[in-house]
C-alpha cells in the first residue's frame, strides 16, 4: 500500500504570530517555574541535610509526596481542588506554575542534598577545628565546593521543566503546545502545527542539553 501526504506549513507561515505568543507563554512559564523550583528546592534540600525533625520531617514529606505523584496530576489538582479548598482563586497559568515549581523544587532538593553530602567531613572537621560554626562552614566552605557539582544535575533538572510547560495545555494554558492545537483545529493541519511545536523545542532544548554536557564535563574535570 502506497503511502503519501502533502506538506502544507503555510498555514503555520501565516500564523506565526500565534505560536509566538504561544513560545512567550511557554518561556514565561519555564522562567517562573525555574526560579521558584530551584529557590525552593534549596531550603528543602538543607531541610533534608538537617539533623533537626523540626526541619528534616516535613521536608522529605514535601519531596516524597511531589516526586511520587505525577506532575499532571498536581497541574490538575491545583486547578480544580485548590479553589475549592482554599480561599483563593487559582486560574490555569497559576495552577501550571505551582505545579511544575513544586515538582521542580522536590526533584532538585536531593541534588542539592547530594551535592553538600558529598563534600567530605574532613572539611566539616577542619572548619570545627577553625572555631567556625556551623553555617560559616556551610557558607563558606561546603557551599564553595558543592555548587560545582549541582549546577549540571541542576541545568538537567531546568531542561526537564522546559518540557514540562507543555502539560499546561491540559488547562488550557495558551502556551505553545496549545497554540498549535487551536491551529490544528481552524485550518485542520495537526501533522504540520505538532511538526512545528516539536521543531521549536528541538531547538531550544537540543542547546541547553548541549551546554548541560558542556558544563559536565568543565566542572568535572575543575574537582
Known sequence: MEFSYNWDFNSILFNWDVLAHGLLVTMQISAITLTAGLGFGFFLGLGRYSRLQIFRFPSNVFVELFRNVPALVVIIWFFFAFPIISPFE?????????????????????????????????????????????????????????????????????????????????????????????????????????TAVALIFFMIIYPLTRFSYFLERRLGHSD
Request: net charge positive; glycine share 4%.
Open 90 to 194: 487559582v486560574d490555569a497559568f497559576t495552577a501550571a506554575c505551582l505545579a511544575i515549581s513544586v515538582n521542580t523544587a522536590a526533584f532538585s532538593a536531593d541534588i542539592y542534598r547530594a551535592g553538600i553530602q558529598s563534600i567530605s567531613p574532613h572539611q566539616w572537621e577542619a572548619g570545627r577545628a577553625l572555631g567556625m560554626p556551623y553555617l560559616t562552614i556551610l557558607r563558606r566552605i561546603v557551599f564553595p565546593q558543592a555548587i560545582k557539582r549541582v549546577i549540571p544535575p541542576l541545568t538537567s533538572r531546568g531542561i526537564e521543566a522546559v518540557k514540562l510547560s507543555t502539560l499546561a495545555s491540559v488547562i488550557a494554558v495558551n502556551e505553545l503546545l496549545y497554540s498549535a492545537k487551536q491551529l490544528s483545529a481552524i485550518h485542520f493541519n495537526p501533522i504540520e502545527a505538532y
